[in-house]
């Protein structure tokens, strides 16, 4: 599992329930500075089930709605605004950024790291733009997550949404049926999650990862140090060569499933990792190679 979902999951409980209860949380399970989520690292899927479960005994709230809290949290905080820039800029509504999700986490599945996140299906409710049928098939059985995060996706853009489990995992059912009607604000959002400025420079950003997906080789990778030297070569512009902006654009990419890494391998560093582009139609993957 992505580490984005460990650490927005710690940020949700620290705002939720106070600093006070994320370090019982953290002494509860083992957690150390040392051994902290990283949003560029990945992680088994049970460690965070085993956290669930803790801060459930911890709050007195069921893993259910600790869950469906946190994926609302997840689609509304400034981390996954921030990481997760490259797609936000590219949609306008919750239901275009559900239909994103589904291409971001089959990208996902092609990179090196092992990431299995699910893989939605939809089906068309009707001839109406505003419905649509999600169908939710992970052995993770996490769709009070994803009802959460319906609603954020919804809540994020001003909408309300409809939703409908017809069918569902946990009672039996072989896949989650989740029915959707959202329905767009009559004006806009009275509170915007981002100023014009930040959209501005949210563009800039997604033009500058462009050009970068579009330099990355697709095999072997090359550093950050060499993509800015190829760059330079291409006169792009100091302000967008700074390895701070190259490397929040490599981050953006990568949270689309864009761009892979050998951040999960053992032996990386900032200094020797490698960046390369992601197959976009299956195809074999491959670890550049010279890495220690």
Known sequence: MHGLIFVTWEKYLAERFGEELLHVYRKTIGETPATAPLASRVYNDDTLLAGVH?????????????????????????????????????VRSARELLLAMQGAHLQMRRTPDKLIPPVFGYEMAS???????????????????LWGAIEGAA???????????????????????????????????????????????????????????????????????ELRALLQLRNVSASHTRPIA???????????????????????????????RTPTAGGPLSVPRGHP
């Not at 001839?127 to 997550?145: G, K, Q």
């Not at 309300?160 to 017809?166: D, L, Q």
């Not at 953006?252 to 032996?267: D, E, F, I, K, R």
């Open 155 to 225: 809540e994020r853009y001003g909408e309300r949404v409809r939703i409908a489990e017809r069918a569902c995992m946990k009672q039996g059912a072989a896949a989650c049926r989740f029915e959707l009607c959202f329905f767009p604000p009559a004006q806009a959002p009275a509170v915007r999650i981002e100023s014009p400025q930040q959209m501005a420079r949210r563009r800039t950003q997604q033009q500058l990862a462009n050009v970068v997906l579009a330099i990355l080789p697709t095999s072997n990778g090359m550093t950050l140090l």
């Open 246 to 276: 190259l490397l929040e654009a490599l981050n953006h990419l990568q949270h689309a499933g864009l761009v892979s890494s050998t951040s999960n391998q053992p032996g990386d560093d900032l200094s020797q990792r490698r960046y390369w």
């Open 127 to 145: 001839t109406n733009p505003n419905e649509l049928v999600l169908i939710y098939d992970s052995p993770r059985h996490m769709c009070s997550m």
């Open 54 to 90: 803790a801060a459930s005994k911890l709050t007195g709230l069921t893993t259910d709605t600790l869950l469906r809290e946190a994926g609302r949290y997840y689609l509304m905080n400034g981390l996954t605004t921030h990481r997760c820039a490259y797609i936000l800029t590219q």
